[in-house]
């Protein structure tokens, strides 16, 4: 069954250094999205990308981030000078369409800043 | 603003029990609702989707509905086993396809 691969499955940080997370969504899919979930916190949508660019971005999609995908397959989030707070589970997701379809999840990048 | 709450919170019931869990909105506009599971530190798995056109599916022991009327959606879990033991969630999307999210229903399944 297809899924969605997320690397690194964990990845630990000094404050302040680039870090970038990596997605290989459903190979069919056109609609790819990054969320974020802080440990005990509701899952936050960060940004939807579609068609080479950025569809939708939260408010927490702030300068500090931007998405990429350098090839066909990969769909990358890097997070510049990271901040205690940016600790959390990354969640790539990517479905077939923007209003039908079932979104699909990775299994997720925990990202730890010390 | 649009919310979800999920209710209860956290569920523990023995093996074999029939189950409901609940979802609601604060606006009933709700355009699709999708529930998925979590186990910890992991990732979210689709379960049940529940398109505009939709009000219901079905998968398996799971049965999900939606009410647009009043923004409301459960999910029926039928003779629980101790693998269905997992956080719940039910992100429904408004009129602008942003899902919205809620905490969860925590859910275990004793033997």
């Known amino acids: 069954e297809p899924e969605v691969t997320q690397t690194p499955s964990h990845q630990v940080t000094q404050m302040g250094q680039e870090v970038i997370l990596r997605c290989v969504p459903i190979?069919?899919?056109?609609?790819f999205y990054w969320y974020r979930q802080i440990l005990g916190q509701k899952v936050e949508f960060l940004v939807s990308?579609?068609?080479?660019?950025?569809?939708?971005k939260s408010e927490i999609f702030d300068d500090q981030f931007s998405v990429e995908r350098p090839d066909g397959s990969n769909f990358t989030l890097k997070i510049r000078s990271t901040k205690l707070e940016d600790s959390a589970m990354y969640f790539c997701?990517?479905?077939?369409?923007?209003?039908?379809?079932?979104?699909?999840f990775g299994e997720g990048s925990r990202l730890t800043v010390l | 603003k649009q919310e979800v709450t999920q209710i209860p919170a956290a569920l523990s019931v023995p093996e074999g029990e029939n189950l409901v869990l609940n979802c609601s909105f604060t606006?009933?506009?709700?355009?699709?609702l999708q529930w998925f599971r979590q186990d910890p530190g992991k990732g979210l798995t689709s379960l049940l989707l529940?398109?505009?056109s939709q009000r219901e599916q079905t998968s398996g022991r799971l049965n999900a509905s939606l009410d647009k009327s009043s923004g409301r959606s459960t999910l029926y879990i039928a003779a629980s086993q101790p693998g269905d033991s997992a956080t719940y969630l039910c992100?429904?999307?408004?009129?602008?396809?942003?899902?919205?999210w809620g905490l969860g229903t925590s859910l275990a399944v004793n033997p």
């Open positions: 606006d009933s506009a709700i355009y699709n």
């Open positions: 990308f579609y068609n080479n660019e950025i569809s939708e």
């Open positions: 992100p429904g999307a408004g009129n602008n396809r942003k899902l919205i």
């Open positions: 190979s069919n899919h056109l609609y």
């Open positions: 529940i398109q505009s």
């Open positions: 997701a990517s479905k077939t369409g923007a209003n039908t379809g079932e979104l699909f």
